[in-house]
């Protein structure tokens, strides 16, 4: 595959979506878009950093909470999104600093508690959060240049909005992976012990990666709660930090392009089964462990697996994710 | 002194496993440390790299006290460690391992060509093996990128620990024979179990029994005595 013919293509096929007149094709991308943004920040640390963090979805709903309560109580939505990122992130720093001492299925488990203790904090924090009862009305974000006002109210304009957001993250994305930093994150899902003894500390750089996948956690909470209008608790649950661990490990944990292709499946599996909606979990269940039965690699990983048995060259820094 | 082991005392909870270590390398050594199974060697290694906290005792690195700093301050102060079996990222290519050697001097970009060459120079088989990935190498290949990548933030003090293990002889001597090019610039306290090649290029040799230092002096001395000719020489 060639992705400087690939990237391009999408991008332009994506601009011309609209032109379809799909109020629904619209709708779907815009949620594939959002969900592909905390599926890029969950493969930092799992697929690049090797950690197997089961959190994401509370970073992705609290992102949504911090923001659309700062939206509602007045701020705008430019400002309340970089309270609510600045907010998860630090959140992020003191979980990453109390579990990532912790190697492998303990891990997991310290951060999928985490997980439940965020939900709860969300669900019974009645007088700042209204509970169960959840949130509703959050306005959508505008931007004024040179005196005109664009609101992104309609579907197509949140649509480019969202486009625009998802180009400026796959290149954060991108240089995160591809600097120092991801070549030492992926040391230390090769081998812990030798980045250690090469005179990595280990503590700080999973921290910050994991604080990264929290940042792209949140953004995308925070968009998703401008998007819909109303949000509840549910959106911290541990069901969205499995619906992203779906993604990421279908797709192919450790490469770059793994979130788009496991994310647009999940979504399609969501609207598919969308009259099961109560199904949804168990039907990303088995999703999951065909994915890792049949699949362990990922549609991604396996195809560059298949490519380097032919001869082929494997991409550069990338090195297939090792769970 | 480069170095200064004084007295030290390492314990896995309870069990004592080096007790009251005294050892001494100088600048432009290299150190044999001998010793069978179990007899304390790598303990004695991760103690001096920051991997285990000693009960008591004192390391001096170049007049420093270094005993209980982590492993990230003993790397940039000096000090690598090229652990036993073979210890590399294997899904890395060989030009990646090295780079993640030179952690700690990440900031120097000029440097790291410069310690490139130079560990080129020392093993010719890695500049040609550079894009290949390292777990596909050859056990004495892997080994000689394990050394290079110890060596590549220009290291002080190179703790070189077991290298010739599952090496043939003829390997082995070829990577023994790399330690007299370096130790000028970097002393090596390099631990074998089998010690008829490492002791050939040491200045000097020590050995170690059940966590305690029994004999010491110059190689060639150190290999005379008949009971280490017994026990570690094999003959
Ligand atoms: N993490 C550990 N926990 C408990 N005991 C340990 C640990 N590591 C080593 N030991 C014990 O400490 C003693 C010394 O081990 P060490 O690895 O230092 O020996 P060695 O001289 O390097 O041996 P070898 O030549 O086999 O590598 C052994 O009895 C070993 O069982
Ligand atoms: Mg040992």
């Not at chain 1, 985490?114 to 959050?138: A, H």
């Not at chain 1, 792209?216 to 499995?242: E, H, K, M």
Request: one cysteine or more; proline letters at 4%.
């Amino acid at each position: 595959m060639n992705w400087k013919i690939v990237c391009p293509t999408i991008l332009v096929l994506a601009l011309l979506l609209p032109l379809t007149g799909s109020s629904y094709a619209i709708r779907i991308s815009t949620l594939f878009i959002i969900y592909t943004i905390a599926a890029m920040g969950l493969n930092i640390i799992i697929g690049y950093t090797g950690q197997a963090s089961l959190t994401q979805g509370a970073f992705y709903g609290l992102g949504a909470y911090v923001s659309a309560l700062l939206v509602l109580n007045g701020w705008s939505f430019w400002s309340s999104l970089v309270v609510a990122v600045a907010f998860v992130a630090a959140v992020a720093f003191l979980i990453g600093l109390m579990t990532l001492r912790l190697k492998g299925a303990y891990f997991a488990i310290a951060t999928l508690l985490f997980n439940v203790i965020i939900y709860e904090i969300v669900d019974k924090w009645d007088e700042v959060t209204r509970g169960p009862r959840g949130l509703f009305g959050i306005p959508s974000p505008a931007i004024e240049i040179g005196g005109v006002s664009i609101s992104f109210s309609g579907t197509q304009n949140f649509y480019y909005l969202m486009l625009a957001v998802l180009v400026i993250m796959t290149v954060l994305y991108w240089i995160i992976i591809k600097s120092p930093f991801g070549s030492i994150i992926v040391a230390i899902r090769e081998n812990e012990l030798l980045a250690e003894y090469a005179g990595v500390n280990l503590t700080k750089f999973k921290v910050a990666s994991f604080v990264f996948s929290a940042i792209f956690a949140s953004v995308a909470g925070a968009f998703y709660s401008a998007y819909i209008g109303s949000i509840f608790p549910d959106i911290t649950s541990f069901v969205n930090s499995f619906a992203f661990l779906t993604a990421v490990i279908f797709g192919g944990a450790g490469t770059l392009a793994g979130p788009f292709v496991g994310t647009a499946v999940v979504t399609l599996i969501n609207e598919v089964f969308f009259t099961l909606a109560q199904y949804t979990v168990l039907i990303q269940g088995i999703v999951f462990l065909l994915a890792i039965l049949f699949m362990p690699k990922g549609v991604m990983g396996t195809y560059y697996s298949r490519k380097a048995e032919k001869g082929g060259e494997l991409p550069k820094r990338a090195i297939m994710g090792k769970l | 002194m480069l170095l200064e082991v004084k007295d030290l005392h390492v314990a896995y909870g309870s069990y004592e496993v080096l007790r009251g270590v005294n050892l001494e390398i100088d600048y432009g050594e290299i150190v044999s440390i001998i010793g069978s199974n179990g007899a304390g060697k790598s303990t004695l290694f991760r103690t001096i790299s920051g991997f285990i906290k000693p009960k008591s005792g004192s390391i001096r690195f170049d007049g420093e006290e270094i005993a209980g700093k982590s492993p990230e301050e003993i790397v940039t102060i000096g000090i690598t460690h090229c652990p036993e079996g073979r210890f590399l990222f294997p899904d890395l290519s060989v030009y990646k391992n090295l780079l993640l050697g030179y952690f700690t001097n990440r900031r120097d970009k000029d440097g790291f060509k410069k310690r490139l060459e130079y560990v080129f120079e020392i093993f010719p088989v890695l500049r040609e093996r550079i894009n290949q990935r390292a777990g596909t190498m050859s056990g004495g290949e892997q080994q000689m990128l394990a050394i290079a990548r110890a060596l590549m933030p220009k290291p002080k003090l190179l703790l070189l620990d077991e290298p010739s293990f599952g090496l043939s002889p003829k390997l082995s001597w070829s990577v023994f024979e790399v330690l007299k090019e370096i130790k000028n610039d970097t002393a090596v306290l390099v631990s074998e179990q089998n010690a008829s090649l490492s002791l050939k290029v040491s200045d000097r040799a020590y050995v170690i029994e059940l966590g305690e230092i029994r004999l010491s002096g110059k190689a060639d001395e150190v290999m005379a005595n008949p009971e280490v000719k017994k026990a570690y020489l094999g003959i």
